[in-house]
């Protein structure tokens, strides 16, 4: 893989966490609307989704430049849409940009010797 690809990659891993989390509080949201005066689920809403796009747009284009299986784009897809998805999506991305990245520098380092 490129670095083009690594960063892809990592793009695709810094936000999946955060979206999980926005996720998670997006569901205590809405719990606390139905059992208390407390309404914080249009402003955390707001919030999920445009996390939620980002990862929609970086999944987009890790799976353009990975050339992943339609199982494997599947499977990230499907993880950013369970509440605790997300954040077995960026332990198993960042063990794959950076096999991306060694990959990249042995590669580099090829072309130069």
Not at 29 to 50: E, I
Not at 96 to 103: F, H, K, L, N, R
Request: proline share 3%.
């Amino acid at each position: 893989m490129d670095i083009k690809t690594a960063s892809s990659l990592h793009r695709l891993r810094l936000v999946s966490a955060p979206e999980a989390v926005s996720f998670l509080l997006l569901l205590v949201c809405s719990v606390l609307k139905r059992t208390t005066d407390f309404n914080a689920v249009p402003v955390m809403g707001a919030v999920h989704g445009v996390l939620f796009i980002l990862y929609v747009l970086f999944w987009l284009d890790a799976w353009n430049r990975t050339k992943w299986s339609f199982g494997t784009a599947a499977l990230y897809f499907i993880l950013s849409v369970l509440p605790f998805g997300g954040f077995y999506a960026e332990r198993k991305l960042k063990r794959e940009a950076t096999d991306a990245v060694a990959a990249a520098q042995v590669s580099a380092e090829g072309v130069k010797a």
